[in-house]
């Protein structure tokens, strides 16, 4: 018998039968989509109904609206909600990527960043009419600077990449003001891909420094790349290796002598918080991502925030305007003498910036610092339970994350790929670390378990670490088998590019 | 004080015991004692999660914008956002989770993005959509330095009636590259174009363009005529850039349609409160000419190995962490949960939605610009048709108006700076009812009289 309705697809692909995760596809929601379906309402407002013949010029009027989805409410809502169970998260477990610093947000601080006050004021209003946000702004501003020990800051910068950026535009500057033009900014090979990328947006050439057998960067190493055409240097203190830069107020006085400037990727910041500054190690640039250490969750890849803080030789060059106070206490906007100009649109990531000033706030000075030793503690005793059973290249002391190998270690792990392990550790009900990097460790596993983990969860990781270890390459091929997909065809989405379900249709 | 790190003074005793330490502070034995900071941070104590609860709740209630009327826009609109869009967008899947560097445990988060990208892509009229950029204004950026890359060039030709302050982001981010950044002046609210032989803002042309930048609708609201910006540049061999905005696409011909390689927008009126500015939602769609100099990461729909569909980050040869510094953008961390947030409010719009959504947007703006025409000391600032907001030159200086509009309970505009003369510019959504906008019109004949 035939039926006039035609069924389209449903959320969880056969309504509700399907299982959580791992089962049924989820369809995409174009394929839910139903002509004359909808969800959306709008206020009375009064408005005389113009038609949009009479609003828009006939050349410029599209004749029907784009192509969005017809859904219900509820489909809408049963189709993220199958999503997100197919989705892991700092919530749900252990996240321990290396570099990442995926520690646990507090729920305050959503709480937070959800008041009306400050959702519902525009950028543009007055300073007298948002006095809270300018107050917050420049608060968290005076606090980043205690941390790192530097004099002015902008909250402009949306990520680490765009702080980087910012920074070496104000490095830039900061040279042309003294009458010079340097060409090179010096990088050690372990830096983050950011690093080199915003030297190169910067104008600048990106010159690689070796690190020596330690995995540090050694004054003799240095010496020989100093020479007037050098504008600083960039270096992430500890380092992509998880290691203290021990040398370095001798590379800070060396690159100093050069007349060049020290910036500070402040990725690592959380090792060392309440124990030692960038200041105080002589940077006169500093990033912090604050979805990294001050708990701004990362949102499945952003929003973060990345501000950056410069000694009093460098102030003047911020981008602006900058939150100040004035002296009778009231909060208003200043303007850099020599400023950069600005460097977003309005005023930075501000409600990530508002989490951020209350994480700062729940911790205070010795929340901070209990922050750093729980970090490195949680990292040295990870490793002590992986060293019979991966490689350690660089065998000291670590500070918050560790780097090992599959190559050379002890055990049957030699014979493993990193993303082998990584795959497996995923089957065994961990996210993976951060596996190829840095780039020069072979098959690194670079593994940040953060102070928000438990020595209960640490011992938990430590052992599926070493029992993927002691699994075969052929086995562990097939992870992982209990996600929603396993191994994707990588190469397929390159060959043939499916970016959007059009794209799909089309080919 | 709240405390989120869980060891308990025995555990620390106990793994300090097992790394054969005494004390914490023999973690940092590799910190050289001159660079040991003593005495600690001069921070006060930490609090309560109530105490910094209520302290965040003072903050917020000390700023009393959110009680005016909101006229204000240029990037940043009042505009509605349903409940399920934060209800989605606050799950803590999407909130806490990382970069999808593993597929296998991120479909969530890719298949919103691939269904983004998808309504991006249709709203642009191009056939790829990244995954998000910072904001409209680095998106531009992003938007000019791939112009840069694919031609060979350093001029760039870039509307007056491109956002000024996405104009200054663009001087100030490209500033180490030493390109010409040429700006070009509107004429009654439209770009001026220069002929074939022309010169532009008095500087002869040197050098064919790399781009040429045009936003419409533009800084003044008006509708700025796409082919005579692809004429423009077609006659210097130049990439046509467009801004657009996500809302006036439910009425305007797409980019694509007039011939843009590249769209970017400001992707906050859909989904995303006011935030004082951030965190917004940069969207970036390319003509597949260009897909492998698209900054950011780009979702592809692919099949896993036992044949399920499956969703990757793809063509990452593009990105920092492999071709670092070969990479023609440094962008790592971008929007992703605003642009889901995007992607919740686009379906729950609607098709229909979405037209009814920008209809009533300029419904609002010509009811309220033909009740302030006519008030004493108001002129429209250009004669173009406007879409969602609109300028106005006024007999007071516009700080003035602002200020004085205020506390009769408006937020009037937002002031704009265009060469030597500054306006008003007013933007009207639909939230605004006709009772607002008379009270508005009202208020600002008081004011300026």
Known sequence: MSHAYVPRAAPGGRASSAP??????????????????????????????????????????????????????????????????????????????????????????????????????????????????????????????????MDAITLQPPAGAAGELTGLLMMRAWHASEGRSPSKVLIPGSAHGTNPASVSLAGYRAVSVPS????????????????????????????TLGLFEEHIAEVARAVHDARGLLYYDGANLNAIM?????????????????????????????????????????????????????????FAWDRPARSIGRTHGWHGNALALARAWAYVLLNGADGLRRVSEAAVLNANWLLSRLRGTYAVPYDRPAMHEVVVSTRDAPGPAAGLRALDVAKGLLERGFHSPTVYFPLVVAEALMIEPTETESPETVHALAEALVEVA?????????????????????????????????????? | MADYVPHTDDDIRRLLADLDLGALDELFAAVPAALRLAGGLDLPGGLSE???????????????????????????????????????????????????????????????????Q??????????????????GATALVEAVNLAVGATGRSTVWVSQGVNPRWREVLWALTAGRGLDLVEVPLVDGVTAWPGPEASVAGSPRQAPPAAVVCASPNVLGCIDPLPAARAAAD????????????????????????????????????????????????????????????????????????????????LRAREQDIRRERASSNICTNQTLVAIAAMVQMAWLGTGGLRELALRCARGTRYLREALVPVPGVTAAAGAPVLREFGLRLALPVATVVDRMAEEGFLAGVPVELGQEEVLVVAVTERRTRAEMDAYATAMEKVLS
């Open chain 1, 20 to 149: 959580l995760m791992g089962g049924g596809e989820e369809p995409a929601i174009f394929e839910m989509s139903v002509p004359g379906r909808r969800s959306a309402s709008f206020r009375a407002t009064g408005v005389p109904e113009w038609t949009a013949e009479e609003l828009v010029p006939a050349d410029e009027l599209r004749p029907e609206p784009p192509a969005m989805v017809e859904i219900s409410e509820r489909d809408l809502v049963a189709h993220m909600t199958r999503l997100a169970h197919r989705q892991y998260s700092v919530d749900m477990g252990a996240y321990p990527l290396g570099s990442c610093t995926m520690k646990y947000n507090p729920k305050v601080c959503d709480e937070a960043a959800a008041l009306a006050g400050l959702r519902s004021a525009h950028p543009a209003a007055p300073p007298a009419y948002v006095q809270g946000w300018l107050e917050l702004l420049w608060s968290l501003g005076e606090a980043l600077c205690e941390v790192t020990g």
């Open chain 1, 212 to 239: 020596d057998g330690r995995g540090l960067v050694s004054p003799g190493v240095l010496s020989g790349y100093l020479d007037d055409d050098v504008a600083g240097i960039m270096l992430t203190n500890p380092n």
């Open chain 2, 235 to 314: 006659a210097g061999g130049a990439l046509l850039v467009a801004v657009f905005d996500p809302v006036a696409s439910g009425l305007l011909r797409t980019p694509g349609e007039h011939g843009a390689d590249v769209a970017v927008a400001e992707g906050q009126p859909l989904g995303t409160p006011l935030s004082f500015g951030g965190p917004f939602l940069g969207m970036f769609a390319v003509s597949l000419d260009h897909v492998r100099r698209l900054p950011g990461r780009l979702v592809g729909r692919t099949r896993d190995i036992r044949g399920r569909t499956a969703y990757v980050t793809t």
């Open chain 1, 470 to 507: 002691s699994g075969s390459a052929a086995d562990l091929a097939q992870a992982p088998r209990t996600a929603p997909v396993t191994r994707a065809d990588e190469a397929l989405a390159a060959r043939t590019l499916v970016p959007t379900w059009d794209a799909l249709s089309r080919a």
């Open chain 2, 50 to 116: 109530y105490e910094v609860a209520d302290e965040m709740r003072r903050l917020a209630d000390a700023n009393s914008a959110g009680g005016l009327v909101c006229f204000a826009g240029t990037g940043a609109y009042d505009h509605d956002v349903p409940a399920v869009v934060r209800s989605i967008a606050g799950r803590p899947e999407f909130v806490t989770s990382y970069t999808p560097y593993q597929p296998e445990v991120a479909q969530g988060v890719l298949q919103a993005l691939f269904e983004y």
């Open chain 1, 274 to 330: 309440g124990v030692t500054r960038p200041g105080d190690m002589g940077f006169d640039i500093v990033h912090m991502n604050l979805h990294k250490t001050f708990a701004v969750p990362h949102g499945g890849g952003g929003p973060g925030a990345g501000p950056v803080a410069v000694t009093h030789r460098l102030a003047a060059f911020l981008p602006g305007p900058v939150p100040a106070r004035r002296p009778d206490g009231t």
């Open chain 2, 118 to 135: 998808t309504l991006v892509s249709r709203l642009a009229g191009l056939p790829v959509a990244n995954a998000s950029l910072y904001d």
